[in-house]
């Protein structure tokens, strides 16, 4: 079987334009978009193996080739709001009737939908391939347990974000006059924040997070915490995932879903889970049902 570097972009945005602009007029922009990154695979040596929805599929016979065009999509200047994601591994694939089948497919496909908008994921297997000058561009986001894969994949990240921000915490601190009957403390950086029934917590690299934290493996808007119904929920919305350490040293991880958390324990934003790592928030729960 042939062996290339096949990429899937995916256009982030277009549900909403569909609902602000109407069917007819969303499907002719998006129809456009799609005709410009056909172009930028091309451009860069690739194969366009079909477009359909959202979304492109190619291949290439270099990574170098394949994350090229990836990067011009993310970086370029789309209107309506609309962004790309993308992601890209290199494999042996089967080329039947037009159209391309395998593992490989399948690991582009799932990398693709774990990226963020504005950001292209690639596995070892790509990384390893790269020209040392690209391998600087991009970020580690550690070890990921793919679907369909037996041993996790070492995943890196190109981003059009910055990720030099400063870690700043934004929401107001926790004061001893504020009732705490019921809902929960968390401490990070010297600093320390209640929150009670009704009330959220948002974490990640933007500054728009309540709590931001500007490492790399740490996504844009990573998770969001809060107090619904007296219970309280963490909910991952990352790439990299979360992993939650109760006190017991059970150790849950979360990796785009929501779970309920009791008692006290810590959160880790992204993988990297121990004494050593900085991004580790402790938590507290004050008379919240137990899960």
């Known amino acids: 079987m042939p062996v290339a570097c096949v990429l899937m972009a995916d256009i982030s945005g277009s549900t909403k334009l569909y609902d602000l602009s109407g069917n007819a007029n969303a499907l002719e922009k998006i129809s456009q978009m799609l005709e410009r990154m056909r172009e930028m695979v091309e451009a ?19 990574p170098e080739q394949a994350f090229a065009a990836a990067w011009d999509m993310i970086n370029e200047a789309w209107s309506d709001g609309l962004s790309i994601h993308a992601g890209m591994y290199m494999g042996a694939f089967l080329n039947h009737e037009n159209d391309i089948y395998g593992d490989v497919v399948n690991t582009a496909a799932r990398l693709a939908s774990l990226a963020k908008s504005g950001e292209v994921l690639l596995g070892d297997s790509t990384f390893d391939m790269l020209e040392p000058e690209t391998r600087m561009r991009l970020l580690p986001i550690g070890q990921l347990q793919l679907k369909g894969k037996a041993d996790p994949t070492r995943v890196y ?111 880790f934003a992204g993988t990297r889970a121990g004494p050593d790592s900085p991004c580790a928030i402790a938590f507290i729960t004050h008379n919240l049902s137990v899960r």
Do not use: M
Request: hydrophobic residues 30%; glycine residues 10%; proline residues 2%.
């Open 44 to 62: 860069q040596g690739g194969t366009c193996v079909k477009s359909q929805g959202d979304d492109v599929l190619s291949y290439f016979d270099q």
């Open 157 to 267: 990240s190109g981003s059009v974000q910055d990720f030099n921000q400063q870690t700043v915490v934004s929401i107001r601190p926790a004061s001893d006059d504020r009732p705490r009957a019921q809902g929960a403390e968390f401490s990070f950086g010297g600093r320390s924040w209640h929150i009670a029934e009704g009330e959220t917590l948002s974490i990640g690299r933007s500054s728009e997070n309540d709590i931001v934290i500007a490492e790399a493996w740490v996504s844009r808007k990573h998770a969001q915490i809060a107090i619904r119904h007296h219970q309280l929920e963490y909910s991952d919305h990352s790439s990299s995932g979360s992993v939650v350490q109760l006190s017991d040293g059970k150790q849950i991880t979360v990796h785009r879903r929501a779970t309920l958390l009791s008692g006290s324990g810590i959160i």
